[in-house]
């Protein structure tokens, strides 16, 4: 949400929502001017964006940790940065250059164009329909009808990001509030209500960012072999109890003997991939801190297909972030003071971010991940006889990261330190 810098504090919002069955972020962005596609070779801009986005995927994740300790993480890192890069089609002067350069570009070697070409490609890669997943993310900008948008702004938000511009009468904000969350609540298939609150009347515009993804595992796990109260270790000594689901299935596997961790891919039906990481014991501060797009092409490519006995919990999990005093910290500082510089949005107001909200929700069951109601499925008994299999339990801290096959692009990353805390 941006407001006017003329009064004290202008509200800006960069919201983000999420459900991992359903996933949903909302967040706020400005837009400017024309950008021809670059004459690149096949998906080079794209690539880019793709590997710097992971990386900054990890890097948000180390600034979290650092304000949450010993709690659990969860978020849409793929929402964050496409809200920021957004922003900053908006933005000018070094309130572009931190945006952009806190997103990871080195801008000496990479034109301006060629990353907005990258976002749009993963924008539109993002919505390619699929009978066996749901993944769909889209933005919608709701602007006071008096502010008046630079035309370049409001060409590129459309072409570049496929947002939609609703003109919005923020006098009364309660009825503009009304609108906002309505529109999200559908987009959203109604899992995300009144996710904005507290409008007020320096409200000039609200951008929202949402991500829903909902699937199914390819190889599901069996309720009836679902443990109810099997013991998780929170910490060094606390013990909590979880329903934990058990399966013996051949699985992509592996050690990664330099992190000192165990990497465990599951597939989506569909074009997605949950990771799940689980540290040696005293060993996820070293993984933390090697977290790295090199690390993830190096798993994906390393890790061989074999008989696993898992153990993984069932839980939900949320986190909510307020990222207006994260991001500072991250190098993107001008857009959050009266240094801002959004005169690529409007020329005639002076507007400020000041506020950028995330959150997301994580539900995994038997069936996948989702948060809708489970729908009814015809589950088959695996055999239990055959080669010998590996135990691996998440009885213990562990990592989750979904991604989506086609891009190598991390939705949704996170931390689980305790699944009995939703």
């Known amino acids: ?162 947002a939609e511009v609703f003109s919005t009468d923020f006098s009364n904000p309660s009825i503009a509030q009304a609108k906002i969350n309505c529109h999200v609540k559908k987009k959203t298939q109604g899992k995300v209500v009144d996710i904005i609150q507290g409008l007020d009347l320096l409200t000039a515009m609200v951008l929202v960012n949402h991500i829903f993804f909902k699937a199914k595992w390819d190889k599901p796990f069996y309720p009836a072999y679902t443990r109810k109260n099997f013991p998780f270790l929170v910490g060094k000594q606390v013990t909590v109890r979880v329903p934990m689901m058990h399966q013996k299935e051949q699985f992509a596997f592996g050690m990664d003997t330099e992190l000192n961790c165990f990497v465990l891919q599951m597939d989506y039906k569909g074009d997605a991939v949950a990771f799940f990481v689980l540290p040696r014991k005293g060993k996820m501060r070293q993984l933390e801190q090697a977290l790295s797009a090199g690390t993830l092409r190096k798993w994906s490519h390393s890790l061989q297909k074999r008989w696993i006995e898992v153990f993984i919990p ?10 207006e005093t994260i991001l500072p910290k991250m190098g993107i500082q001008n857009a959050f003071d009266e240094n801002a510089d959004f005169s690529g949005i409007t020329k005639r107001d002076s507007l400020q971010l000041s506020k950028a909200t995330h959150k997301a929700v994580l539900d995994v069951s038997e069936e996948g991940t989702e948060a809708a109601a489970a729908t009814t499925t015809k589950f088959i008994v695996r055999s239990k006889d055959g080669p010998s299999y590996f135990t691996v339990s998440f009885n213990r801290t562990f990592l989750i990261m979904i991604t989506n096959k086609a891009t190598d692009s991390i939705l949704f990353l996170g931390k689980v330190e305790n699944p009995t805390k939703s």
Not at 2 to 27: D, E, H, N, R, T
Not at 136 to 147: H, R, T, Y
Not at 314 to 323: G, N, Q, R
């Open 1 to 162: 949400v941006f407001g006017s810098k003329m009064a004290s504090s202008l509200y800006g919002v960069l919201f983000a929502v999420g459900l991992c069955a359903p996933i949903y972020c909302v967040s706020p962005v400005n837009a400017p001017s024309g950008y021809p596609h670059p004459s690149s070779t096949k998906g080079t801009p794209a690539s880019l964006a793709y590997s710097l986005n992971t990386d900054f995927a990890f890097r948000l994740y180390r600034r979290l940790v650092l304000e949450t300790p010993s709690q659990n993480v969860f978020f849409s890192p793929m929402s964050v940065s496409t809200s920021l890069a957004m922003l900053s089609l908006g933005a000018h002067s070094v309130t572009k250059t931190q945006i952009l350069e806190g997103l990871g570009f080195n801008l000496t070697h990479t034109p301006e164009s060629a990353i907005h070409w990258g976002f749009q490609h993963l924008v539109h890669s993002l919505t390619v329909p699929s009978k066996d997943l749901a993944l769909k993310m889209g933005s919608a900008l709701f602007v006071k009808k008096e502010l008046q948008l630079q035309a370049n702004f409001l060409g590129n938000v459309k072409r570049l990001y496929e």
């Open 314 to 323: 069932k839980f939900s999990i949320s986190a909510s972030y307020k990222l």
